[in-house]
């Protein structure tokens, strides 16, 4: 399949390992923030806040890991949540006569809205924003934003594990189809 995201070739060293050391600085900064955070909010309550892991795979960037938060709303007396999640994409990719390593990740904030069903099954829907940072051997790092629509499920919401699945479309800059699975604790 042909990938969307735009990739220009560069062929300096320099250049290759900037956009390496400033992958490496984003990374080290995000995990400090995520620390900071997940710390600081252990003195607060952390009522229904939930953390977990996720796979996915996507139209454009393959398969990928990442970190997801959902923070409960408290608004209105419904049932909405803010996703926060963390990707890092495996994307291999050739250019002309030469196999590029790609590198791409991405932040999603998005709200979604639960839907109570009266069972163990809680389907949601919702949308937000995608930040996206793709860069590599040979390419010129990008920032990409789109906006995000999704819809999923929390399989088993009374229990201290909660597996869930997501279909998520992003529009902007390098559109792709996502498809999510996951553990919440």
Aim: aromatic residues 12%.
């Amino acid at each position: 399949m042909k990938s969307t995201i735009p990739v220009v070739a560069r062929f300096s060293r320099d250049t290759e390992k900037e956009l390496r050391m400033r992958s490496k600085l984003f990374l080290a900064a995000f995990a400090a923030v995520s620390l900071v955070l997940a710390t600081s909010g252990q003195a607060v309550a952390l009522d229904g806040v939930q953390f977990g892991a996720e796979a996915s795979f996507a139209s454009d960037t393959d398969f990928g890991i990442g970190a997801r938060v959902v923070v409960p709303l408290e608004m209105g007396g419904g049932n909405l949540n803010v996703i926060g999640t963390f990707d890092y994409f495996f994307v291999g990719d050739d250019y002309g006569d030469y196999s590029v390593d790609i590198n791409y990740f991405e932040i999603n904030a998005n709200v979604a809205y639960g839907f109570d069903i009266g069972s163990n099954i809680e389907p949601y829907a919702g949308g937000g924003l995608r930040i996206g940072h793709i860069g590599g051997d040979l390419v010129e790092g990008d920032t990409l934003i789109g906006v995000n629509i999704l819809g999923g499920a929390k399989f088993g919401v009374d229990s201290s594990i909660t597996p869930f699945a997501e279909l998520r479309v992003s529009f902007g800059d390098g559109d792709q189809v996502y498809i999510t699975g996951g553990i919440l604790f």
